[in-house]
């Protein structure tokens, strides 16, 4: 093996154990913790170490010497030319839903300082669930580089942008323009691209000059709308998810794709239970979609949310709530009203001190949390167990295939 003090030279590792964000861990021969990108558990590994820390290093696989069961060869040409997306595309489906189990699990034990067998009994409760089928072209939505005259993806561990002739993981309509739209000088540095799986209308938001993004080689489907950040308030389109219709705009955060969205209105009307005679807060609200359908059969809905595009499509979509009551506030800062049940999906980073304080204010006996990012999650379950709640169940949610990235979604009560 060769010593870990050369750079230059790759090492001999074997792999023990998944961690967050796509890597496997290994220790070198001093011991040290070494994060490998390409790896799996299982395996024996050359790697080319790229960061080197006293305490750990992180570096990429470049040889795989004894291969675990659950690797295949990436199908995607852009993953081979170097695109970051797809950072678990090495590892089967199975593979890679094991991975998240264990890292959601490790962050709740670890992070969350919860019991093991507590973490355990939740995660099996939560396996009890069942979730809306998402096809592995699941994604809707695109956030892209603008590269010359084309937009990409990211490189791994680069600002450099991979230009893709293909992508297997967004729906076929969207790769369209992925691959036929071009940019003139003005159209900005980043473009959104997003379509309706119902309606076929589609629309490209980028932040600069809308007449300098050319769609003439996009073959029209539904209509194609093109349009800069600062309008993005003034075009909406229609998705269809946990069945039922919902506007979104194109500034508004909608999930992925609509069966992204589908499968989180299971998991969350799994986790809330019973609604009826109850009184419902949803928290990070959105455009309304856990309002408008988990809480159909709630007694009463209150949904907080601080985008002013988002709450406009919100008023919308929950319009046949004729008591629901819509506010445009900051949840950190609300002053909470009472209820029963609290939904809360906020963004990557996570409800925090201020978000979970805030919430406290509504002496909720049960509280779902919505989670896309495992570091957030055990801290904010930590927070919450803190005041009082008890872990129920855990559903660990493969909604961004070929990621290490999951949806998770906790029941807890007190």
């Not at 995607?76 to 094991?98: K, M």
């Not at 209820?339 to 001190?353: N, S």
């Amino acid at each position: 093996m060769t010593s870990a003090s050369n750079p230059s030279e790759p090492i001999e590792l074997t792999l023990d154990r998944p961690a967050n964000g796509g890597a496997a861990v290994g220790r070198d021969n001093d011991g040290r913790v070494v994060f490998c990108d390409g790896g799996l558990a299982g395996e024996t590994v050359r790697v080319q170490l790229k960061t080197q820390k006293k305490s750990f290093a992180r570096g990429q696989v470049v040889e795989v010497i004894e291969p675990a069961p659950g690797r295949r060869e990436p199908a995607c040409p852009t993953h081979h030319a170097g695109c970051g997306g797809c950072d678990l595309a090495h590892a089967t489906a199975d593979t890679q839903q094991e991975i998240k189990r264990h890292v959601v699990r490790d962050s709740l034990v670890r992070i969350g300082r919860l019991d093991d067998a507590l973490v355990d009994d939740a995660i099996a409760a939560g396996s009890a669930a069942v979730h809306a089928s998402i096809p592995d072209r699941y994604r809707t939505t695109v956030r892209l580089a603008i590269s010359g005259d084309r937009a990409g993806y990211r490189r791994r561990a680069s600002h450099d942008t991979v230009v893709p002739d293909s992508c297997l993981v967004v729906h076929p309509q969207l790769e369209a323009m992925l691959t036929n739209v071009r940019f003139r000088s003005g159209a900005g540095s980043e473009a959104v691209l997003r379509v309706s799986e119902h309606t076929k209308d589609a629309f490209i938001m980028v932040d600069g000059d809308p007449a300098a993004v050319d769609a003439s080689a996009v073959e029209p489907v539904g209509e194609l709308a093109i349009l800069s950040k600062a309008n993005g308030a003034k075009t909406h389109l229609i998705e269809h998810a946990g069945g039922r219709d919902w506007q979104v705009s194109a500034a508004s955060f909608f999930q992925a794709g609509p069966h992204v969205a589908s499968a989180l209105v299971d998991a969350v009307t799994f986790a809330a239970g019973d609604l009826a005679n109850r009184d419902l807060v949803d928290a990070y609200a959105g455009v309304g979609l856990f309002a408008g359908s988990v809480g159909a059969s709630a007694q009463s809905v209150v949904a907080v949310e601080q985008s002013a595009s988002a709450i406009a499509d919100a008023r919308v979509n929950l319009a046949e709530f004729t008591d629901a009551v819509i506010l445009c506030e900051e949840v950190e800062s609300w002053m909470a009203f009472p209820a029963d049940t609290v939904i809360a999906d906020p963004a990557r980073a996570g409800l925090g001190r201020k978000g979970v304080a805030a919430l406290m204010a509504s002496n909720a006996d049960r509280f779902v949390l919505v989670s896309c990012d495992t570091g957030s999650l055990g801290r904010d379950v930590q927070l919450l167990a803190s005041e009082g709640y008890t872990l129920d169940s855990v559903q660990v949610i493969d909604a961004f295939h070929d990621t290490s990235h999951a949806e998770v979604v906790v029941a807890l009560h007190r």
